[in-house]
């Protein structure tokens, strides 16, 4: 005999969860599954909207804040995700610089997948606050460090009690 065969699962061990992560790998098989469906930069900025209620603090949910704050806002949950966003420019802002993507090695293979899931994320958040301003387009890798997020105000459906 040659024993027992190989098993995946001992039940006298457990898995180690402190033990070494592979994210990359899942991020990269999750991307590359949704960049070869049709309508794949839909899809990634519909899966970007509906995460960021999560991202958003109950608090700030569903309160209708000024532009300026609703931006401000954003701006910060962008820092906290590792965007690096300049600091918006007041009432008058137009545009929100990203000099930073957490996601650039999959970005720069699945761009349009990626990208959208951050667009899709900024115009979820922003919703989630009933803010009077959306996110309409995102400029990827307009400089080498600079991608713009490209302000509008939110269509009144948007702003209406949910």
């Known amino acids: 005999g040659r024993g027992r065969p190989p098993t995946l ?4 061990r457990r898995m180690d969860p402190t033990g070494p992560t592979n994210y990359r790998l899942l991020a990269s098989i999750l991307t590359g599954y949704v960049a070869g469906r049709p309508g794949a930069a839909g899809i990634a900025a519909e899966l ?3 995460t960021s209620l999560a991202l958003v ?3 700030a949910q569903h309160r209708a804040p000024s532009k300026t704050r609703a931006v401000a806002e954003l701006v910060e949950l962008l820092a906290e995700l590792g965007f690096e966003p300049e600091p918006a420019g007041g009432p008058r802002t137009r545009e929100i610089r990203l000099r930073h993507c957490p996601f650039q090695n999959l970005a720069e293979q699945h761009g349009e997948v990626i990208c959208s899931v951050h667009l899709g994320l900024m ?3 922003l919703t989630a606050m009933r803010a009077p301003v959306t996110v309409d387009r995102l400029d990827p890798f307009v400089e ?3 991608c713009v997020a490209h302000l ?3 269509p009144t459906r948007d702003r209406e009690p949910t």
């Open 57 to 59: 603090p109950y608090s």
């Open 123 to 125: 115009q979820g958040a």
């Open 144 to 146: 080498p460090d600079l």
């Open 48 to 50: 970007g909207r509906s």
């Open 152 to 154: 509008a105000s939110a």
């Open 9 to 12: 699962f001992r039940a006298s």
